[in-house]
């Protein structure tokens, strides 16, 4: 069993900033990608940034040079910094992990979602 929990979310006006986190637990040898989607209201999930085991990132062309995405393995954590914030960019985040646990599985877990306004 693994959980990943998000955080950081909230109201925030245009132009300002926040930081999203997410931690995993539970029964985990090793996490391979690590990723931060979103879903605003009336659209599909999509996948805003991306990082790799050896940390490679890439983003959604729509957050390029405003959002970072990075990750502490030690920690199980992964992080997602976003700067000038503007309003289409409310939606609901959420983290994904694609885990290996102790027994050799492989599989994709997913954070319960965080909600992120941005509103003056």
């Known amino acids: 069993q693994v959980q990943l929990v998000e955080s950081g979310g909230g109201l925030v006006q245009p132009g300002g900033s926040l930081r999203l986190s997410c931690v995993a637990s539970g029964n985990i040898f090793s996490i391979n990608h690590m990723a931060w989607f979103r879903q605003a209201p009336g659209k599909e999930r999509e996948l805003v940034a991306a990082i790799t085991g050896g940390g490679s990132t890439n983003y959604a062309d729509s957050v390029k040079g405003r959002f970072t995405i990075s990750r502490d393995n030690a920690k199980k954590t992964v992080y997602l910094q976003m700067n000038s914030l503007n309003p289409e960019d409310t939606a609901v985040y959420y983290c994904?992990?694609?885990?290996?646990?102790?027994?050799?599985?492989?599989?994709?877990?997913w954070g319960q979602g965080t909600q992120v306004t941005v509103s003056s």
């Open positions: 994904r992990m694609n885990v290996i646990n102790t027994i050799g599985t492989v599989f994709d877990s």
